[in-house]
């Protein structure tokens, strides 16, 4: 492998200026990455990568499911969804106390007492407390990302002060339509503080009607989920139909079972989407990748080339002396994607007036990278990324865990042949 210094002075050389440019605005852009303006900015094969790199924004229809339920709920045919409530038109959520443990609520809102909160009632609070964020939605079991989304909806404390709750009041239970079989249920819950007030810089619990500007899709949670902007995914449950408010003081999530850490919030950490399959000896190694960007921000992107004959010792199992270099963190996107339009739906939290992001990256979304390593002799290597997060500890640090939200060190092997 090049020394370091090779490797430092090459990778400047191929991209500083590259980047450089694409950050000032990317006037010749013509797909949803700023692109190369003429070709001595880089190799063509960054170019090339640059424009297959995924849009920023997932299509509701994209996003991978991974919901439960026999049948699921949004496969159930029109008039089924009807009947159970599962249409913007016929939707409605019972707001009650928990009878096991009471809260006292002065006027809970329930179809048995003839005053549910009904779809139109939700638009109305739109009206007034309307709010869109971005947000990337991930199983805290599954290695990558179901889909980036910019959701719309009411904070759930509105809703919440409209049933008038009094005292005993210390969590907010809410589960999903499946089937009506208790067997199906899935539930999830939050601290009451947690719903009625947002933490410095962090959005609101959302009771959610609209993803990337669309009618939230009945596939995504439709007519009406909870989305909760720092959690993994099973804490935004989807039909939502119940909302409880109990005295009781601990979580009772369906997620508890199967051994999950369901207090775990977004974690930071990096992956590859483009890895050449056969690089030539010699030949620039172009890398694109994303980053998703945790509860504690992200700093850097790195990447490290080792040699599969190398030894490496094992009191470092985080790979901490390996001598990383920094990849490029892309610019926003041209085009954000995620619908018909490609359009940013309104002006999310976070965004200025005219569209573009206060702060990049964004917390609790995703971001792109890419990276030119300089050619490798022939040989066998392991390729490997990582994060940096907002408080300089270095992925999977400084919680490695896995049932708390997958973020091992991503490693791809490289065969360089002549
Ligand atoms: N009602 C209901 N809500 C649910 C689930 C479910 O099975 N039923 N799955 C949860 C889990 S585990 C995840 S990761 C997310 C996935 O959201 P998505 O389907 O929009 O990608 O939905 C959550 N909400
Ligand atoms: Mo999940």
Known sequence: MAPLDDFLREHERLTRRFFLRAGLGGAAAT??????????????????????????????????DVSRGKPIPHTLSAEAKQAAGLTRDT?????????????????????????????????????KHSVIFAKVMTCNNIGCPLGMGIWEGVPLRELVWLAQPRRNV????????????PKQEFRSSLPIGRVLEDPFDL????????????????????????????????KSVKWLSRLTLTNLWHANDTYANGNNDIDSWLKTFAATLSVPPAPKP??????????????????????????????????????????????????????????????????????????????????????????????????????RCRTIDGNGKAQPLPRPFDKSGRNSIEQVSLIVEA
């Open 203 to 234: 959005p609101p619990v959302i009771l959610c009607y609209k993803l990337n500007g669309e009618w939230l899709s009945s596939e995504r949670g439709g007519p009406v989920r909870i989305v909760v902007p720092e959690c993994y995914g099973f």
């Open 31 to 64: 797909a949803c990455w700023p692109l190369i303006g003429t070709s001595d900015d880089g190799p063509p094969a960054l170019q090339a990568a640059l424009e297959k790199l995924e849009s920023y924004l997932t299509r509701q229809d994209e996003f991978r």
């Open 91 to 127: 939707w409605s959520l019972d707001v009650v106390s928990d009878p096991d443990n009471p809260a006292d609520l002065k006027s809970p809102l329930s179809a048995e007492t003839g005053n549910p909160f009904t779809f139109s009632a939700l638009m109305e609070l739109a009206k």
């Open 170 to 181: 210390r969590r907010v239970f809410f589960k999903g339509f499946h089937n009506d079989d």
């Open 282 to 383: 010699g030949e620039p190694i172009v890398v694109t990748g994303y980053a998703q960007v945790g509860i504690s921000g992200l700093r850097r992107v790195q990447v490290w080339v080792q040699p599969e004959d190398a030894e490496w010792p094992r009191d470092d199992r985080y790979f901490q002396k390996a001598p990383w270099q920094d990849a490029e963190i892309l610019s926003p996107p041209q085009v954000w994607g995620g619908s018909e339009s490609g359009a940013l739906p309104g002006r999310p939290i976070g965004f200025n007036e005219d569209g573009r992001p206060e702060r990049w990256p964004l917390r609790l979304a995703k971001m792109h990278w890419a990276a030119v390593l300089p050619g490798l002799a022939a040989g066998e290597y392991t390729f």
